[in-house]
């Protein structure tokens, strides 16, 4: 399975100390450069990045460059998308990924436009919890909304009750 990331659900996976989990949901990620940048690079110190180099050395997050640049910079002139949801939309679609992990509105939007299966971060923990590997979606949901991560009372509801939990 392929699957591509942006930078938000690494982020806000390793501020609930849930990271490790991806590996074991898709065994690889492949992230485009911008998302190595916004992460790693512009992120010093802070959720995400010491997690984002560990698994890259270990082997698990690949950063795999774009065959076609343009594609990306049309991404962020006509979507007004940023650096890596631009490239891993691009990313997305020139590996022929089978997923691609996005939470802004715009780039979700965006990318099942052009035919691809997206997956948010509510989502995959929604997925997580199928599996086995967390205990409650609520648990986890409830303090990233509290951090920023944004989510209509009415799509929360709807998650958790999917789930099984109540809103």
């Known amino acids: 399975m392929i699957v591509v990331t942006n930078t938000p659900p690494l982020i806000l996976l390793a501020k ?77 679609q020139e590996c022929a990924a089978d997923l691609v992990l996005l939470d802004d509105d715009r780039a979700v939007q965006r990318a099942r436009a052009l035919g691809l299966v997206v997956r948010r971060t509510p989502g995959f923990l929604a997925l997580a919890k199928e599996q086995g590997l967390i205990a409650s979606v609520k648990e986890h949901l409830a303090p990233l909304r509290a951090e920023g991560l944004w989510l209509s009372a009415q799509a929360y509801d709807h998650i958790l009750r999917d789930v099984g939990e109540e809103p």
């Open 16 to 92: 609930r100390g849930l990271f490790a989990l991806l590996q074991r949901c898709y065994g690889q990620l492949l992230i485009p450069p911008a998302v190595w940048r916004e992460v790693v690079e512009e992120g010093e110190g802070r959720a995400g990045q010491q997690e984002t180099v560990e698994a890259r050395t270990a082997g698990w997050i690949v950063v795999r460059d774009l065959q076609d640049r343009t594609m990306a910079q049309r991404f962020r002139d006509t979507g007004n998308l940023g650096d890596g949801e631009s490239e891993g939309i691009a990313l997305a």
